[in-house]
């Protein structure tokens, strides 16, 4: 299977505070994309970070990407109760996507 | 608005009947896919097609059978509907550039429950 796993599956946060979450995926990429899910929602691209790239910053959001070890982490910033949703990491070859299995955050207000 | 619409938002069914999920897009996009959610979240290929032509065809059984008049529309045909077939079902869409980056745009998704 081309699936990544993230980790952790669910994380529960105190508004204010910052939220980590990792991703790991087995193949070589293009490119890695952070999508956002909210309960009953399609999902919504957030940021995408290329093979070559190391970090990329947008708004809150920083994406980390290792290709060495076939990792990335998506970090959210002074975390809002409105961040709360299940985010997934998809590597990327041309046209074709493969999903983690995602982080379910929770911030609490 | 420009989007990746899906219908029907629900869709409740027996098993055994046969049932279809329509998608379109109005982004002008060349590449449109079919992805299932599970109850646990987990999202997995189904379908892909690029220019009337499919692309990717995952591990999916032939009860399922993807139909693309034209590249704006990408419908899913369920036949003989079984309990395992029960989950969301995403329609996206994503454009291909030249030494660029393709992103996923996906539909609100469609809830397929059989009985």
């Known amino acids: 299977s081309q699936q990544g796993e993230e980790d952790p599956q669910a994380l529960s946060i105190q508004e204010g505070e910052n939220a980590t979450m990792n991703c790991s995926y087995k193949?070589?990429?293009?490119?890695l994309q952070w999508y956002r899910q909210n309960s009953g929602r399609g999902l919504v691209h957030l940021i995408l970070i290329r093979s070559n790239e190391r970090e990329k910053h947008s708004g809150r959001l920083r994406v980390t990407l290792d290709t060495s070890k076939k990792s990335s982490s998506l970090l959210i910033t002074a975390s809002r109760a409105a961040d709360t949703a299940s985010y997934f990491c998809a590597t990327a070859t041309g046209n074709q996507f493969y999903f983690g299995t995602g982080t379910s955050l929770t911030v609490i207000p | 608005d420009t989007a990746v619409s899906q219908t029907p938002k629900y869709l409740v069914t027996q098993m055994g009947n046969d049932k279809s999920i329509k998608c379109e897009q109005n982004l002008g996009h060349d590449t449109m896919y079919w992805y299932k959610q599970d109850s646990k979240k987990f999202l997995k290929i189904m379908f892909s097609y690029n220019n009337k032509e499919l692309i990717i065809n995952e591990t999916v059984p032939n009860r399922f059978s993807p139909k693309s008049p034209d590249k704006a529309h990408l419908n899913l045909h369920i036949n003989s509907l079984e309990l395992g077939d029960s989950a969301v079902y995403f329609c996206?869409?994503?454009?291909?550039?030249?030494?660029?980056?393709?992103?996923?745009?996906f539909g609100a998704g469609s809830r397929l429950t059989v009985l």
């Open positions: 996206a869409s994503s454009q291909e550039f030249i030494g660029g980056a393709n992103v996923l745009t």
């Open positions: 193949t070589s990429i293009n490119n």
